[in-house]
């Protein structure tokens, strides 16, 4: 399971930043693919930032480049996402996931292909 915080208001105004992390307990992430996705009211989910351990690849969407970074602790099982330079369409729930890894990231975020879900933190940007 994953135990999800956000460090900053979940408000913040366009070209503030926020760092979101999740914790998870129950198993490690040394043979994981772990990721953070992002869904808004009428859309699909989508896969902002993934890692997999299986070729140690990171996959950002194109939106998010150069502005959100990934990373992970493996000895504290956390995962996190630094969200710089926010824009309004940033906002969303964010969610973040994990699988065992096999393949690449990308697979892994443009699939949605994960077992474990965190429950999702609210991020609003105002303009």
């Known amino acids: 399971m994953f135990s999800c915080r956000r460090l900053g208001g979940g408000l913040v105004q366009a070209g503030g930043s926020l760092r979101l992390s999740c914790a998870a307990s129950?198993?490690?992430?040394?043979?994981?693919?772990i990721g953070w996705f992002r869904q808004v009211p009428g859309k699909e989910r989508e896969g902002v930032s993934c890692?997999?351990?299986?070729?140690?690849?990171?996959y950002y969407i194109d939106s998010v480049k150069g502005r959100f970074t990934i990373s992970s602790d493996n000895a504290k099982n956390t995962v996190y996402l630094q969200m710089n330079n926010l824009k309004p369409e940033d906002t969303a729930v964010y969610y973040c996931?994990?699988?065992?890894?096999?393949?690449?990231?990308?697979?892994?975020?443009?699939?949605?292909?994960?077992?474990?879900w965190g429950k999702g933190t609210l991020v609003t940007v105002s303009s």
């Open positions: 996931a994990s699988v065992g890894a096999y393949f690449t990231a990308s697979y892994y975020c443009k699939s949605r292909g994960m077992n474990y």
């Open positions: 890692i997999s351990s299986s070729d140690h690849s990171t």
């Open positions: 129950g198993f490690t992430f040394d043979d994981q693919a």
